[in-house]
Nanobody
Framework: VQLQASGGGLGQPGGSLRLSCAAS????????VGWFRQAPGKEREGVSC????????YYTDSVRGRFTMSRDLVKNTVYLQMNSLEPEDTAVYSC????????????????????WGQGTQVTVSS
C-alpha cells in the first residue's frame, strides 16, 4: 500500500488549494481514508475523513464549509479541496488509509490508520 500526497504550496488568505492523494496497492472504496494536518508546535488533527464503501465524510469544525473531501475510484485518488484559506490552515497535510475490516463505524478520524503518505506543506500567507 502506498499513498502519495501532492498539491501543497503557498496559498493566499481567502484563496484555494487542492490536495491529491494517489493510492496504489489498494482499492479506495475498501478503505477508510483521511486527511490530517500538523502545524508547528501542535498535535496532529484529523481534518476530514471518509468511511469505506458508502463514503460518508466527516469534517472537523474549523474547516467545515470551506474544505471538501472527495474520491475518484477510477483514478484511485482522494482529494481535499481547500477554499477560503486562512493562515491557521498552515500545516503539513498527510493522507492516511485503513482497510474496511479494521474500521469501526462512527470513528471517522479517530480510526487507527496504518497506512500513511508523506506530508505536503500548505502555507497560507499574504
Amino acid at each position: 500500500v502506498q499513498l502519495q500526497a501532492s498539491g501543497g504550496g503557498l496559498g493566499q488568505p481567502g484563496g484555494s488549494l487542492r490536495l491529491s492523494c494517489a493510492a496504489s496497492g489498494l482499492a479506495l472504496d475498501d478503505y477508510a481514508v483521511g486527511w490530517f494536518r500538523q502545524a508547528p508546535g501542535k498535535e496532529r488533527e484529523g481534518v476530514s475523513c471518509m468511511t469505506p464503501k458508502d463514503g460518508n465524510i466527516y469534517y472537523t469544525d474549523s474547516v467545515r464549509g470551506r474544505f471538501t473531501m472527495s474520491r475518484d475510484l477510477v483514478k484511485n485518488t482522494v482529494y481535499l479541496q481547500m477554499n477560503s484559506l486562512e493562515p491557521e490552515d498552515t500545516a503539513v497535510y498527510s493522507c492516511a488509509a485503513e482497510k474496511a475490516e479494521y474500521y469501526s463505524r462512527g470513528t471517522y478520524c479517530q480510526t487507527h490508520f496504518r497506512y500513511w503518505g508523506q506530508g505536503t506543506q500548505v502555507t497560507v500567507s499574504s
